[in-house]
């Protein structure tokens, strides 16, 4: 699988409060690795050099913070669950079950969320 940079900015401009419709999987995971590429440096540079990286790192992560749930939901669409699984990410041994949710492949075909994403 070759990682497709061009989705991270396609999930901030065109999807950004988008929660209709399906996410493929390489649109999910690609803008979770660009926001782990963000946010484990900034975290890093806060802790050893400066509070001002801790700053940037907490605005940063409050700028994503919809289109990351946004992203997820439509993520669970292409799969065929509801949006509001997703709020079970929190709840401990069910995130598992949610990861694997994220992690499977999409519906093929039509599903009550829209046109399969891959266009196949």
């Known amino acids: 699988m070759t990682i497709h940079w061009s989705w991270y900015p396609t999930v901030l401009k065109k999807h950004y409060a988008d929660f209709n419709g399906r996410a493929r999987r390489q649109e999910f995971w690609t803008f979770t690795l660009v926001n782990l590429l963000i946010t ?8 050893v050099v400066s509070s001002v990286f801790t700053i940037a790192l907490s605005l940063y992560s409050l700028a994503v913070l919809v289109p990351t749930i946004a992203v997820g939901v439509r993520r669970l669409h292409d799969v065929g669950k509801s949006g509001w699984w997703y709020l079970l990410i929190v709840v401990t041994f069910v995130q598992f079950y949610v990861l694997w949710l994220l992690a499977k492949n999409g519906q093929s075909g ?5 046109e399969n994403p891959k266009g196949v």
């Open 40 to 47: 484990i440096p900034l975290f890093i540079l806060g802790q």
């Open 110 to 114: 039509m599903n009550r969320y829209g």
